[in-house]
Structure formats: C-alpha cells, structure tokens
C-alpha cells in the first residue's frame, strides 16, 4: 500500500516538474523540436495513469472527486497502463497520423477510440456524469448534423473520421483549452500551494480580521475580504470556500449571522475569485486565447466588474449586521495589524512581482505566475513565517498536491477540445449561430437573454470553464455579430457561467458552504442568488457600455464607476430591506429603482443620461427622506 501510495506521489511531482519544463522551454533548450501537442499528449502520459491510480471509480461527491484509500483493483492497472501507452503513442506518431485523417490507419484509429473511451472515464470519476453526457451528446451532433431540422443542419461526420479527428486534429483534445491547464494553471496551483505552505492562508485569515473584525459583522466582512484573496490565486471555488470557509463560517454563526446566510456569504466571496483580477479562474486565461489578446487585458477588463461585485456583497453584509444587530467580533480575538504585518509583510511581494511582469513586462501568464512563485519560494525559504520556513519536505508535497489538484482540470481541458472540435469539424456551431439570430429576431436584449438562460441551464451540471467554452464556441460568434464587442462578448458568458455556482437547483458552491454551516441548501442558494445579484445584472450594462470594462475615455470610465458603486449601494439597500433603518415594500421599489438607473453607464443609448439624473435625483430624494424620518422619531 505504501510503495502504491510512493508511486502516486511521485507522479504527481513528475507531472509538475514537466510542466514547469515545458513553460520553461527546457525541451527546446536541448534541442528537441517537437510539435506542442506532442508535448500535451507527453503530459497526458502523466496525468491520465495518476487520474486512474489516484481516483477510484466510486463516484466522487459534490465537494471534489474521491481520493483512493484502498488497494488499487486490476481494471484500474488497465487502465492506467492502456492510458499511458496510448498518450505516448500519440507523442510520439502525431506529426506523421495528424496528417491522415482521410486515411486514418488502423492503428491511430485504434488509439483514438481508446484514448476517447478514457477521457470519458477520466471526466465521470473527476467531475460526475454531466460532463461525460455533454461531451457524449456534441460528439453526436457532429454525426447526425446533416439530418438536423431546417437551418440547423450542417453536416454529418461518419462516427471513424470524427473518432480519429478528436485525437490527431491540433483543433481538437489537444487543442487550445488543454495547452491552457498544461502551461497556465499548474503554474498557479502550484503558486498557491507555495504561499499557503509558507502560511500565507494564515496571514491573510489574520490580515482580514485584523482590517474587519472590529466593524459590525466583522467575520462575514472577514469572509469577502480573505475569499477575495485567496480566490485571485486559486480561481477554484469549491476549494475557497472549503479553505477560508472552515474558519469564518462558525465564526459568522458566532456572532449571529444565521446558518443559511453565513454559508451563502462564503459562497458569494469564493466564487469572485473566478472574476477578480490578477489571477482569475482558468475560463478568463481561455478567454484570452480566444480573444488572441494578452491576459493582461482580460484582467484590466474584469476590474471594475469585480470591485462592483464586492462593493456589493460587503454592502450587503454591512447592512444585514446592522439590521440584525450583529456586533463586531470580541478584541481579544482580533490581532494586531501591525504585529500581522510584522510576521507577514513579505507575503506581498509575489504579487507585486506578478501584477509588475504580467502588466508591465508583459510576460505571458505562465511566466509571470513562475516568477511570481519562485519569489514566493525564496521568500518562503529565507524568512521564517512565525518560526518556520519552507523546507524540502514541503517543496516536494507543494508539487505533490498540485500535480494531483489538476487532474480534473486535464480530464477538463481534454473533453473542452473534444466538443470545440466536433462544432467546427461539424459546421454544427455555425449553424447555431445563425438560428439563435433568427430566434432573437434581430434583438440584442432579446439575444442576451436567451444566452443568458444557457448559460445558467447549463451551468446546473458543468463547471464554470465548461460552460464558458461551450458557449463561447456555439454563443459568442453570434453576440460579435450582432454589434457586441468581442470582450464583452466573451466576459458576459464567462460572468453568467460563473453563476451555476450560486444559482439553484444546483448550486455546488452554496451548497457545499451549506454543508459546512449546517444550513438548508435551498434556502443557502437563495440566499446566494439575493447577496450575488450584480453578477447577473452588471453583464447586461457593459454589453452596453465598455467603459465598466475599462474601455473608453477616462472620464466617462471613472464617471460610470461612481455612479455604478452609488447604483450598487441602493439596490444593495433594496434587497436587504435596511438602509438607515428598515425599508417598507414601496421604499425597497423605490431603492432598487434608483439604483439601477445609477449603474446604467452614461453612453448605454441615447436616454442613458436621463435615467442617470433620474435615479440621482430618485437616490437623493428616499435617502434624505429615510434620515428625516428618523431625526423626526428620535425627536419625538
């Protein structure tokens, strides 16, 4: 069992290693050329036989895949094994068999069914079952897309020719979202373990509460600000909130916050760490490579959109406390800034590192996120975090934990490849693309809608990167040709896609804080859905309007903000039913009518302007009104 468990370890650090050696360019240091898809299909020589040792075929629960903890059955061998030889088949065969598709000889034929079987196997013991249907059901498509009804039709590929495809085509598993997880993510997975390990989730916890724990609600503003952070390295949301939620979800109950509204506060604050800037989740570096612009500009774009998000949800908790009269935590229980600081301060400099080479140097992100943690590192060698310092032990479980923490994004990465190139191949995509403009008639608020009903369909079974590509492919196309600008086009998806984690029937993220509060998951994700709402409206403002995404002139930019974070206080005020004191059905109307009046940027249309002075002029008459009131009771 041990020389077993030796085994899965030590391919997990292999994995690692080798791709921090391919970002690294270490291959073509020695001289060897190589196609780059021959170096995903090396990597997945790695991966797969880990998934199949490490991962058991009993399906895995809502909070992640099962770890094995038994011996390992002889199918499992197989598997591995039959994996193994497959992916080092391809690495070594792809420059002559991609070139045959029309040929497509036995043998690589033999490997593509095979390795399509695996990768299958692969996503149902990572990520459930959702995924294995939609794969399976494009894969179809692509088939039978010559008998589709009336505009939808495309053409249909012999089920040989497109098994092959999905293999040996660049376009296709080992396409664009495969090279992401194998250059980009790991990278920083492995950054996050490297702070974390040297107690940077220790510093941040007590950063946070040092800052909050002295307001009203302080460990639900606890929970925004250290999910906030730790989420801009993860960008995986079960993860944040299993990690900060363990610690400020008993302390929110603590305090007074019910069990249902602690957990969908956790919820809320983990899943921005998929749209907050540096690092983001996996889907916004896809994103960029859709989009064929640096990730830089991804980030800058996702700026104020996130900060809105967060305005929001902290808001909301401020206004909860006070109406529920939730005080601030005890001051024995809070550390001293600068005593946090004093143990901590190092922890900044990777970032600052990070934000320097990716926005400034330029650097791609995987390189920027390898300087990023080889400072960490270094730091986490020479300065001891409250007497310990990384050690070689460490190093080697940081690689560990990161080769095994991937292995759903490869199975991810690989079935995302699988159902792009089937849409292409097929022409199934672009027929879509010209229904859902029939569909809407010609409609953008109309097309907005429908897209953004699929994406939350969609997002009851996939995870947000899933849902991204998916809708980036068949959706996105048809938002550009409708006068949506690219980036606007792209970040609406990825932003409705991020909402299957707080939207019920399944709402993984709510769900799984849930579990942790010992709340009622229903209640949780409605819960989730009211402190989360910017994230299905702000989308809809800057289809409209790019200047929430940094696009445009600066003062229209920092004027829209303003009025956007004023909007976000009153529809925040609207939907908690307390602002300065607690708001009756027609004042709540009233609130939420101004507010959104504020968050319409100015150049949305041509009345925007009036509906800003409006809402200005609504905002200021209910807010001096609510004070009035109150001045009159506590006279009287």
């Known amino acids: ?171 296709a598993s080992l396409g664009i979202a495969l090279k992401i997880v194998a250059t980009i993510v790991v990278v920083y997975t492995i950054f996050g373990h490297v702070l974390f390990k040297s107690g940077g989730s220790t510093f941040f916890t007590d950063i946070s509460m040092a800052l909050m724990g002295r307001y009203r609600g302080g460990p639900a503003k606890i929970a925004i600000v250290g999910s906030s952070l730790f989420g801009t390295i993860s960008g995986n949301v079960v993860s944040n909130v299993l990690t900060v939620g363990v610690v400020t979800i008993p302390l929110m109950k603590r305090v007074g916050f019910k069990p249902h509204i602690a957990a969908a506060i956790e919820s809320c604050a983990s899943t921005g760490g998929q749209i907050m800037p540096p ?55 809070i550390p001293k800034l600068s005593q946090v600081l004093k143990d901590g301060w190092y922890f900044v400099i990777p970032f600052i590192v990070l934000v320097y080479t990716l926005f400034w140097l330029n650097y791609e992100p995987e390189n920027a996120g390898l300087a990023a943690t080889a400072t960490a590192l270094v730091l986490g060698i020479i300065i001891p975090f409250r007497g310990k310092r990384i050690g070689w032990r460490d190093f080697y479980e940081m690689l560990c934990d990161s080769g095994k923490s991937v292995l759903d994004l490869f199975m991810l990465g690989a079935a995302a490849g699988i159902m792009i190139g089937t849409l292409n191949y097929s022409g199934v995509g672009f027929s879509l693309s010209l229904v859902l403009i029939t569909v809407a008639a010609g409609s953008l608020i109309a097309l907005l809608f429908l897209c953004a009903f699929t994406n939350i369909i969609l997002g009851l079974g996939l995870p947000t990167v899933g849902v991204y590509i998916v809708l980036a492919t068949l959706v996105a196309p048809t938002m550009i040709k409708m006068g949506i600008t690219p980036m606007a086009a792209h970040m609406f998806i990825m932003y409705y896609g991020c909402l299957s984690m707080i939207t019920p029937p399944v709402a993984i993220a709510s769900f799984v804080a849930a579990n942790l509060a010992g709340a009622d998951q229903n209640r949780t994700g409605w819960a989730s859905m009211s402190f989360g709402w910017t994230i ?58 101004a507010g959104l009046c504020l968050i319409l940027p100015l150049k949305a249309f041509d009345a925007a302007q009036w509906f800003n002075i409006a809402g200005a002029c609504l905002a200021l008459f209910v807010f001096l009104q609510a004070r009035f009131a109150r001045s009159a009771r506590a006279v009287s």
């Open 1 to 171: 069992m041990t020389a077993m468990r030796n085994l899965v370890n030590v391919l997990a650090v292999v994995l690692s290693c080798a791709i921090i050696a391919v970002v690294l360019d270490v291959p073509r240091m020695l001289g060897l050329s190589v196609y780059f898809e021959q170096y995903l299909a090396g990597l997945m020589a790695l991966a797969m036989p880990l998934l199949f040792l490490h991962v058991p075929a009993s399906k895995g629960d809502e909070g992640g895949y099962r770890v094995r903890k038994g011996p390992i059955p002889w199918f499992d061998w197989m598997a591995a094994i039959a994996a193994c030889a497959a992916s080092l088949y391809v690495m070594v065969m792809f420059p002559s068999y991609s070139e045959l598709v029309s040929r497509r000889p036995w043998d690589g034929m033999l490997v593509a069914a095979a390795m399509f079987l695996l990768i299958l196997e692969g996503l149902r013991r990572t990520t459930g079952m959702s995924l294995v249907y939609t794969t399976v059901f494009f894969f179809a498509l692509a088939m039978i897309g010559g008998s589709l009804p009336g505009e939808f039709a495309a053409r249909s590929i012999p089920i040989d020719r497109l098994t092959y495809y999905v293999l040996w085509d660049s376009t």
């Open 279 to 333: 690092v983001m989740g996996v889907a916004a570096f896809i994103m960029a490579e859709f989009l064929q612009v640096p990730y830089f500009e991804v980030a800058l774009a996702a700026l104020i959109p996130a900060v809105l998000y967060y305005a929001a949800l902290f808001i909301q908790v401020d206004l909860e406390a006070a109406r529920s009269d939730i005080k601030a935590l005890d001051p024995d229980e």
């Open 536 to 593: 299905y409206v702000v989308p809809f403002m800057f289809v409209y309007s790019d200047t929430l995404l940094m696009k445009g002139e600066p003062v229209f930019i920092a004027l829209d903000f303003v009025t956007a974070l004023v909007g976000v206080w009153f529809v925040s005020a609207a939907m908690m039913g307390f602002a300065i004191e607690r708001l009756s059905m027609a004042q709540r109307l009233l609130y939420g009518a």
